[in-house]
């Protein structure tokens, strides 16, 4: 096929990629800030593009935040590609602070404890304390099995996913929302008057060039007629 890699990726490479970038993280920021400047679109609809997707990289819905980002912005009729481009807000360095400020606003919204017990961490915290770690553990679990009862008898048993549910998506999922209004309408007031000015400068470059090249006289004019 003509866009199939000759080189075939094995899958430690592929977590690798997405874990570092090749060029590291700070070039494909500047890629995707370089795209994002060019969207052939008005500030306003890229802003609220990049609000979009900033505020679906702070839902729990990982594999899922291209499309959660599109349809944000969809509703909110911004640019859908700046959307899924700033979805790379949500990386590596930034899934872990981002993760912690959703669980603790939800944890707080729902009137639960979020400490450091809430992570199995602590002095006082029981040795068969299941913690978040335990509970993404259980869920796992529950889902591998389950699928496999469908084709032995053993019943299927949804404990751990339930209980993950409860503890961890839910909180998360409510708690996303406080902190993911606020850092998407940072971004959006940072960007929509950085894309104004940049949009202003490259007009004007680009009419002080067709003014130049209006000026040159045409080559085979009128001389020595």
Not at 50 to 64: D, E, H, K, M, N
Request: aromatic residues 14%; hydrophobic residues 45%.
């Amino acid at each position: 096929m003509i866009f199939k890699r000759r080189d075939r990726r094995t899958i430690a490479e592929i977590v690798g990629r997405s874990l570092y970038p090749r060029g590291g993280w700070g070039r494909a920021f500047e890629y995707v800030k370089h795209r994002v400047r060019r969207l052939p679109d008005t500030p306003e609809k890229i802003s609220r593009g990049i609000w979009a997707g900033v505020f679906a990289s702070f839902t729990p819905f990982y594999t899922l935040h291209f499309v959660v980002a599109a349809l944000i912005a969809r509703l909110m009729r911004g640019n859908i590609l700046a959307a899924l481009m700033a979805t790379f807000f949500g990386n590596p360095f930034t899934y872990i602070p981002i993760a912690i400020a959703a669980l603790g606003t939800g944890h707080w919204m729902l009137g639960l404890p979020f400490n450091a017990a809430t992570f199995g961490f602590g002095r006082n915290v029981p040795a068969d304390f299941c913690g978040i770690g335990c509970r993404f553990s259980d869920a796992f679990y529950d889902i591998t099995h389950n699928i496999g009862t469908v084709f032995t008898p053993e019943r299927a048993d949804w404990h751990g996913l339930h209980a993950f549910y409860n503890e961890v998506f839910f909180p998360y999922m409510i708690g996303s929302v406080i902190p993911g209004i606020v850092a998407s309408s940072v971004c959006y007031a940072i960007a929509l008057p950085l894309l104004r000015g940049h949009q202003k400068r490259r007009q004007k470059a680009l009419q002080a060039k067709l003014g130049q090249l209006g000026k040159k006289k045409p080559l085979g004019g009128d001389e020595g007629v």
